[in-house]
């Protein structure tokens, strides 16, 4: 089945604990990207990620980091989590074609990050 | 960078009824404009695009309109049923840059 994973699904923890929010999909997708999505806000984007090796900052990314070694996994890093990052946090992965630019985009079931 | 801004915040049918949502952006080079829709608890769910060169798309139910030149694209939705109800986004991008810009979207409630 394709699809996009994320873990954990629900995580509470406190300021300054360094925490990883992983993401992984099945479909051989080159573009993946993180979201966080707040009340009144919509979606954000926090970071993407053209392809292995390849990724640059969305919207807001301070505070987060991100690294793409392999093409199916795109970990979100908070180094020092602080309480305005409590949000829900969506991983999205597509595969743009070529001269059409992006494509589709499937997300995974988000994580809820509390960060007290 | 981009700016999508989205009207209304809230809205309230009757099954059957019409649903029509609004959104406009500011940088005249973006050109996909997708809209997904967010079942309550679920993960945002592509349900039609819209590319710059194209004024106009269906899907069954549901079709949306880009304006160029007043840089608007809007959903709507006709002969609305309670499945319907949800959170609608719209989006902004552009070919190659890959930056997405979201409206902060719209809770259609749809009345039996």
């Known amino acids: 089945e394709a699809q996009v994973t994320q873990n954990p699904r629900y995580l509470i923890t406190v300021t300054g604990k360094k925490l990883t929010v992983t993401c992984s999909q099945n479909?051989?997708?080159?573009?993946m990207s993180w979201y966080r999505q707040d009340p009144g806000l919509g979606l954000r984007q926090i970071y993407y990620?053209?392809?292995?090796?390849?990724?640059d900052k969305g919207d807001v990314p301070e505070g987060y980091k991100v690294s793409r070694k392999e093409k199916r996994n795109f970990p979100l890093i908070l180094e020092s989590p602080s309480p305005n990052q409590t949000s829900l946090y969506f991983c999205?992965?597509?595969?743009?074609?070529?001269?059409?630019?992006?494509?589709?985009?499937?997300f995974g079931p988000g994580t809820r990050l509390t960060v007290t | 960078g981009e700016n999508v801004e989205q009207h209304p915040s809230t809205l309230s049918v009757q099954e059957g009824d019409s649903a029509v949502i609004k959104c406009t952006y500011s940088?005249?080079?973006?050109?996909?404009f997708p809209w997904y829709k967010q079942e309550l608890g679920k993960r945002p769910q592509l349900i039609i695009d819209i590319r710059s060169n194209v004024g106009e798309k269906k899907d069954q139910r549901i079709a949306v309109t880009l304006n160029k030149t007043a840089k608007h694209f809007s959903l709507h939705i006709t002969e609305t049923q309670p499945e319907d109800s949800a959170v609608y986004f719209c989006?902004?991008?552009?070919?190659?840059?890959?930056?997405?810009?979201f409206g902060s979207g719209t809770k259609l409630n749809v009345k039996p």
């Open positions: 479909m051989n997708h080159e573009y």
């Open positions: 989006a902004a991008s552009r070919y190659n840059f890959n930056k997405f810009y």
């Open positions: 999205a992965s597509s595969s743009p074609i070529r001269d059409r630019g992006p494509y589709e985009q499937y």
């Open positions: 940088d005249s080079a973006s050109n996909y």
């Open positions: 990620s053209m392809n292995v090796e390849v990724t």
